[in-house]
């Protein structure tokens, strides 16, 4: 069964920049659809961006136009550039499949604070 760990996470000033990484293992990676998801305290689970199996993405307005997703199948990993980072972007990020049907790994730290 496919196993994710996301990396990348940190304490990052406004306006700043990170790239989140999330390693799959698995050799069926490259056929599933992937998505990142943050969620932050108190509220659900949302889903940011995802990528296909084809590489086509999409965004939510929350961020698009500041973040890039991509995958490198060869390495069974998922990335999510993120740039202008804002305070309201602090939270846990996820990594999943679209249809989150892969177990949910531990997640990574996103902290936008001055």
């Known amino acids: 069964q496919v196993q994710l760990v996301e990396s990348g996470g940190g304490l990052v000033q406004p306006g700043g920049s990170l790239r989140l990484s999330c390693a799959a293992s698995g050799s069926i990676f490259s056929i599933y659809a992937m998505g990142w998801y943050r969620q932050a305290p108190g509220k659900q689970r949302e889903l940011v961006a995802h990528i296909t199996s084809g590489s086509n993405t999409n965004y939510a307005d929350s961020v698009k136009g500041r973040s890039t997703i991509s995958r490198d199948n060869a390495k069974n990993t998922v990335y999510l550039q993120m740039n202008s980072l804002k305070p309201e972007d602090t939270a846990v990020y996820y990594c999943?499949?679209?249809?989150?049907?892969?177990?949910w790994g531990q997640g990574t730290q996103v902290t936008v604070s001055s």
């Open positions: 999943n499949a679209l249809d989150r049907s892969l177990p």
